[in-house]
C-alpha cells in the first residue's frame, strides 16, 4: 500500500496568498508521478506537504490507508532527495547513509547491510568512506539517493534533483533514475520538476500545476495524466503552451460553424481550416484560439485546403531538424521541419496543418472536445 | 599623469615608508617593555631608557615566577576556561532558536539581546557586586562566570545567529526526515556544522576575558582568587618603583596570546574582528 | 521495513514530537535568557533602584532619598566634565583613527609581500589587556625615566618633554594617543576587508575607460568603504562612551579630574568614597547617555545608508 490520495487540499501564506489550491490527486501503488509547472506553482510545497515538511494546510493526505497530517516526516515512511542533495557537511558517505537508520535505532548489522547494498546498486562503494565535499555532483546524487533508499521508503520524494547537475550529467542520472524505479517497483515516487523533458521521460503520471492567476481561477491542477495524453490532449491553454517545445503555436480565429468532420474556423489571415473538435456550444463568430505544434507543420509543395502559406523570416539549423521562423498573417509562427527543410529566409512557403493535430480552444482558453481519438 | 605620480611615487616610496613608520610606533613601547625587564632596577634608573641591558638576565622574570603569578595564571585560565564553554554552548543554542524556529517574539527578543551588545557593562557593576556577596561568592574566582557569560552572550549569539542562518534549510528537513527532533537537529547538525563561528565566537570571548579588568577587579580581592590582569595590579602595588619587574609581570601576563597568536594569527585576527565585520 | 514502522505503531509519538516542537525555542533560550536576566536586565533595574538611595554599602542603613541623587547629578561639574572627556575621546578617537586607519590599510593594500607580516605586527596591541597597556604607557610616560621624554631629548626636542600624565593639559591627550595607538589596527583591518571586497571588475573597467588608479581610489574606492566608515565610527563612539580599564590604570582619571570619565567617576564615587547610591546615579545617567547617543547614531547611520 504505497499510493498516496490528496483531497482537498489548500495551503496558504499568509492570508490572502494562497499558493495551493483545490488539489485532489491520487497516486497509485507503485507509480512514477512528476509534478511539473512553471516557478511558483507551487510543485515543491505540495511534495514538502507529502513529506511533512510544510504542516499548515487544509485537507487531508494519506499515504496508503492511513491520514498522515499529523505525522512526523520521519515517521511517514517517505524518504525524499534534495535539490541541493543536503548531504551533512561533517559525515562521511557512509555515515550520512546510516545516519536515519542510527535514529531509528536499526541494529548495527543491519544498517551495514543496507548501506552496503544501496552502495553497490549506486556503485559508490569505494566513495564510502569520504566526505561530501570530496565528490562530484553526480556522486553527491547518487549518495542523496542512496541515503533515500536505505531507509527502504513506502514513497520516494524528488524534488528537482537534476537541476544543479550539467546538462549531460542530467541526462544520465535521469536513466539512474528511471532504473532506480524499475529496482524498486513497489514504492510510489513524486517528483518535482520544472523540466518537461525530465516530466516526460520519467513519468508514469504528469500533474501539471497552474501558477498565479490561473490558480486562482481553476484550482492548481491544470491536468493530470500519462505524458501523451497531456501532449496530445492538452486541456487548456496553459497545459497546450507548457509542453512541447517550441511551444505550440497558437492562431487567434473565429468559428465559423460545426461541420461533419469538425468545427470549421477562420484564421485572421484569411485561411478555413477543419479542427475535429465539438464545437456545438460556440455561437458562430465566437472568438476561438487555434492550436498547432511546430513539429505537426509538414511544408507542402503548394497551397490547398487545411494549409497555411507564410513568408520565411530566418531559419535555424540543427541538422536532424530545423526551426523555420514564418513572418506573415496575424502571427507569427514556428514549424520544426526534418533535415534543413529546404527552406531559407525570404522564401515563401505552404505548410500543412493536419486536421488529427490541430487544437482549438474557446474564449477561456479551455480544448473543445475532441471527436478522434489519438 | 596621476597615473604615472602614482606610480612613481606613491607605490614605491610612500607606501614603505609609511609601513616601517607604523611598524615602529607600534613596536617601540613592546621595545622598551621587553628591554627594560632584562634590566636591573638600578640600571633602569642609571642607564639610558633606550640603552640595551647589560646582560641577558632573566632575574625579574625569576622572581615574578617565584611568588604567586602561577595562581593568577591558574584562576585565569580556570575562568576563562569555564566561561568560554558555556558562552559557546548557551550562545549556539539561542542562537539555534533564533536562526531556525519560527515562534512569537523571536524577532523582538532577538533586537533586545543584540541591543545588550550596547549597555556600558559599568551600569551593572553595583549591582552584580552586591548580589555576588549576597549570594556568598564573593571573592571567589566562580563569581566572575556569570558576569562573563552574561556579558558576552549578546555579541556571541549575534555571530552565530547569522553564521546558522547560512545553514542550508534542507540540512534541516533531510535531518527531520531522518528522525531528529529539535535537539538532535541541534547537537547532531547544527552544532558540528557552525564550527568555524564556534571557533570565532571561542576565541574572540578567550581574549577579551583573558584581559577582563573591572569585574575581576570589583569581584575578587584575594591573590588566590585573582585572575591575570590583577596580577599586573596587585604586583604594581607591590614593587611599586620596580619599573623592570612590574613590566616582566606585563610581558609574562601578555605572553600567553602573544604566543597563541604565533600559531593562529588569521584566526585570531578573524575572531578579534567578529561582530565589526558583520554589523 | 521494520525499524520505521514499528516506531510509527508506537502511536501519538508524532503527536508528543509536535508539542515538544512548540516547547523547543523555550528550551534552547532558557540558559542564555536567565542569565541575561540576572546578569544584565535585574542590574540595570537595581541600578535605577539604588540611584534613588543614600548608601555606603555595607548593612541596613540605606536611606531612601528619592530624586535627591539625580538633582545633586545635574549640577555635578564633576560628572558632567567626565561626560565632556567621554565625548572628546568619542571625537577624538574617530577624527585621528579614521584617516591614519584609512592609509594603513591602503598602505598594506599596496605592500604586496610584505602586508601579512606587518598587518600581524600592527595587531599586536589588540592582543594586549588595558591594565597592560595602562601599566607600560605609564611608565612610556613618565616624566623622568620614560623613553618618550628620552627620545624627544635625543632628536632634539627635549624642551617639549612634558609630564604627560602629571599635567592637566596633557593626561587626557596622552591617554587617547594610547587609545588610537591600540585601536587603529583594529579600524584598519576593518578597512582593509572593505578594500578586498571592492569588485576587481569595476576597477578594470574603470581602468579601460581610462580612469587613472588615483581617480579610482578617489572615485570609487573610496565611497564604497563608506558603509564600513560608518561601522566604524558607531563601533568607535560607543566604545569611547563606555571607556574605563586603560584611564583608571594610568590616571584613575586625574590629575584633577583631567581625565576623569564618566566610568572612572563611577568607580570612584562607590568604590573609593562608598557613595553606592550616587555611584548608580551616576551609573545609570551614564547608561541613558549611552543608550541616547547610539541610538541616534544608529538612526542617523541608517538614513544616510537609505539616502545614499
Given at each position: 500500500m504505497t499510493s498516496i490520495t490528496l483531497s482537498g487540499v489548500n495551503k496558504s501564506f499568509g492570508a490572502n496568498f494562497p499558493v495551493i489550491r483545490d488539489v485532489d490527486l491520487v497516486i497509485d501503488d507503485g507509480e512514477f508521478c512528476v509534478f511539473l509547472?512553471?516557478?511558483?506553482?507551487g510543485k515543491s510545497t505540495l511534495l514538502r506537504m507529502v513529506a511533512g515538511l510544510e504542516t499548515a494546510y487544509t485537507g487531508e493526505i494519506r499515504i496508503g490507508e492511513r491520514a498522515v497530517d499529523k505525522v512526523e516526516p520521519a515517521d511517514r515512511q517517505v524518504a525524499m532527495v534534495f535539490q541541493n542533495y543536503a548531504l551533512y557537511p561533517h559525515m562521511s558517505v557512509y555515515d550520512n547513509m546510516a545516519f536515519g537508520l542510527r535514529q531509528a535505532k536499526t541494529p548495527k548489522d543491519e544498517i551495514e547491510r543496507r548501506v552496503k547494498e544501496a552502495a553497490r546498486i549506486l556503485q559508490i562503494e569505494p566513495l564510502l568512506d569520504r566526505m561530501p565535499k570530496a565528490l562530484s555532483g553526480g556522486q553527491r546524487q547518487r549518495v542523496a539517493i542512496g541515503r533515500a533508499i536505505?531507509?527502504?521508503?513506502?514513497v520516494f520524494l524528488f524534488d528537482e534533483p537534476l537541476s544543479n547537475l550539467d546538462a549531460a550529467l542530467r541526462v544520465h542520472m535521469r536513466s539512474e533514475i528511471a532504473t532506480l524505479h524499475r529496482n524498486f517497483p513497489a514504492a510510489s515516487m513524486i517528483y518535482v520538476t520544472h523540466d518537461q523533458t525530465e516530466a516526460m521521460a520519467l513519468a508514469d503520471k504528469i500533474v501539471l500545476l497552474h501558477a498565479g492567476k490561473d490558480m486562482l481561477k481553476h484550482g492548481s491542477i491544470a491536468q493530470v495524466g500519462r505524458p501523451l495524453d497531456l501532449y496530445h490532449q492538452p486541456r487548456n491553454l496553459f497545459v497546450a503552451g507548457f509542453l512541447g517545445s517550441p511551444t505550440m503555436n497558437f492562431l487567434e480565429a473565429t468559428f465559423v460553424g460545426q461541420e461533419e468532420t469538425g468545427a470549421r474556423v477562420a484564421l485572421k489571415s484569411g485561411e478555413d481550416l477543419t479542427v475535429?473538435?465539438?464545437?456545438?456550444?460556440l455561437a458562430s463568430g465566437a472568438s476561438v484560439t487555434l492550436g498547432v505544434r511546430p513539429e505537426h507543420l509538414a511544408p507542402v509543395a503548394a497551397a490547398a485546403t487545411q494549409t497555411l502559406t507564410r513568408q520565411v523570416r530566418a531559419v535555424e539549423h540543427f541538422g536532424e531538424y530545423s526551426f523555420v521562423y514564418l513572418d506573415g498573417g496575424a502571427a507569427p509562427l514556428i514549424a520544426k521541419v526534418p533535415g534543413d527543410g529546404g527552406l531559407k529566409a525570404g522564401d515563401s512557403a505552404s505548410f500543412a496543418a493536419p486536421a488529427s493535430c490541430c487544437h482549438l480552444f474557446d474564449g477561456d482558453g479551455i480544448a473543445l472536445p475532441r471527436r478522434d481519438s489519438l | 599623469m596621476a597615473s604615472s605620480t602614482t606610480a612613481r611615487i606613491v607605490r614605491p616610496v610612500a607606501v614603505p615608508v609609511l609601513g616601517l613608520i607604523w611598524l615602529a610606533v607600534t613596536t617601540m613601547p613592546f621595545l622598551f617593555m621587553v628591554m627594560t625587564t632584562f634590566k636591573t632596577q638600578q640600571e633602569s634608573y642609571s642607564s639610558s631608557v633606550w640603552a640595551l641591558p647589560e646582560a641577558l638576565d632573566f632575574v625579574n622574570y625569576r622572581a615574578v615566577l617565584a611568588g604567586p603569578f602561577l595562581t593568577y595564571l591558574k584562576n585565569s585560565v580556570m575562568v576563562v576556561g569555564i566561561s568560554v564553554t558555556l558562552i559557546v554552548l548557551i550562545s549556539a543554542m539561542a542562537a539555534f532558536a533564533f536562526a531556525r524556529m519560527r515562534f512569537r517574539l523571536n524577532d523582538a527578543l532577538f533586537g533586545l539581546i543584540v541591543a545588550?551588545?550596547?549597555?556600558?557593562i559599568h551600569i551593572t557593576l553595583v549591582p552584580i557586586y552586591l548580589m555576588t556577596r549576597d549570594m556568598g561568592l564573593y571573592d571567589s574566582p566562580f563569581a566572575l562566570v556569570g558576569p562573563y557569560v552574561a556579558t558576552s552572550l549578546p555579541i556571541s549569539i549575534f555571530i552565530l545567529t547569522e553564521f546558522m542562518r547560512q545553514i542550508p534549510k534542507e540540512l534541516e528537513e533531510a535531518a527531520r526526515l531522518d528522525g531528529c527532533g529539535p535537539f538532535a537537529i541541534f547537537f547532531k547538525v547544527f552544532f558540528p556544522l557552525s564550527g568555524p563561528g564556534l571557533s570565532t565566537v571561542a576565541i574572540y570571548n578567550a581574549i577579551m576575558l583573558w584581559n577582563e579588568f573591572i569585574f575581576a577587579y570589583v569581584l575578587t580581592s584575594s591573590t588566590s582568587t585573582r585572575t591575570l590582569p590583577l596580577a599586573i595590579w596587585d604586583y604594581q602595588g607591590q614593587y611599586s618603583s620596580n619599573i623592570p619587574a612590574i613590566l616582566a609581570v606585563v610581558t609574562l601576563t601578555s605572553l600567553p596570546l602573544i604566543v597563541a597568536y604565533a600559531f593562529g594569527q588569521e584566526k585570531i585576527v578573524k575572531g578579534m574582528m567578529a561582530g565589526s565585520l558583520k554589523g | 521495513m521494520t525499524d520505521i514502522s514499528t516506531r510509527s505503531a508506537a502511536g501519538g509519538a508524532g503527536g508528543a514530537a509536535l508539542s515538544l516542537r512548540k516547547l523547543a525555542p523555550a528550551v534552547f533560550l532558557a540558559p542564555a535568557v536567565l542569565l541575561l536576566a540576572v546578569y544584565l536586565l535585574y542590574p540595570l533595574v537595581d541600578s535605577f533602584r539604588l540611584s534613588l538611595l543614600d548608601w555606603n554599602g555595607l548593612g541596613e542603613n540605606a536611606r531612601y532619598v528619592g530624586l535627591d541623587n539625580w538633582k545633586k547629578l545635574a549640577t555635578d561639574t564633576l560628572f558632567w566634565k567626565a561626560a565632556w572627556n567621554n565625548i572628546l575621546l568619542a571625537v577624538f578617537s574617530v577624527v585621528i583613527q579614521m584617516p591614519i586607519a584609512v592609509v594603513l590599510a591602503v598602505v598594506l593594500d599596496n605592500a604586496g609581500k610584505g602586508s601579512r607580516i606587518l598587518k600581524i605586527l600592527y595587531f599586536l596591541p589588540l592582543l594586549m589587556s588595558s591594565v597592560a597597556l595602562g601599566v607600560l604607557f605609564k611608565y612610556f610616560y613618565d616624566v623622568n625615566f620614560g623613553p618618550l621624554n628620552a627620545l624627544l631629548d635625543y632628536v632634539g626636542l627635549g624642551a617639549f618633554a612634558q609630564d604627560w600624565l602629571g599635567d592637566t593639559r596633557f593626561a587626557l591627550g596622552a591617554v587617547i594617543a594610547v587609545v588610537c595607538w591600540q585601536y587603529i589596527p583594529f579600524y584598519m583591518v576593518l578597512f582593509m576587508a572593505g578594500l578586498a571586497s571592492f569588485p576587481a571588475e569595476i576597477s578594470e573597467a574603470a581602468k579601460l575607460d581610462g580612469a587613472s588608479e588615483t581617480t579610482i581610489f578617489w572615485k570609487m574606492k573610496l565611497p564604497h568603504l563608506k558603509g564600513t566608515f560608518r561601522t566604524a565610527v558607531v563601533l568607535s563612539v560607543i566604545g569611547a562612551l563606555r571607556y574605563f580599564d586603560l584611564i583608571y590604570v594610568m590616571t584613575g582619571g586625574g590629575p584633577e579630574g583631567a581625565s576623569e570619565l564618566m566610568a572612572t567617576y563611577m568607580y570612584r564615587n562607590v568604590f573609593?568614597?562608598?557613595q553606592l547610591g550616587y555611584g548608580s546615579t551616576v551609573a545609570s545617567a551614564m547608561f541613558i547617555i549611552v543608550i541616547l547617543i547610539a541610538s541616534v547614531l544608529l538612526r542617523f547611520s541608517k538614513r544616510f545608508e537609505t539616502e545614499v
Open positions: 509547472g512553471p516557478s511558483g506553482c536505505v531507509r527502504q521508503p513506502k475535429p473538435v465539438d464545437g456545438s456550444t | 545588550g551588545m550596547i549597555v556600558p | 573609593s568614597s562608598f
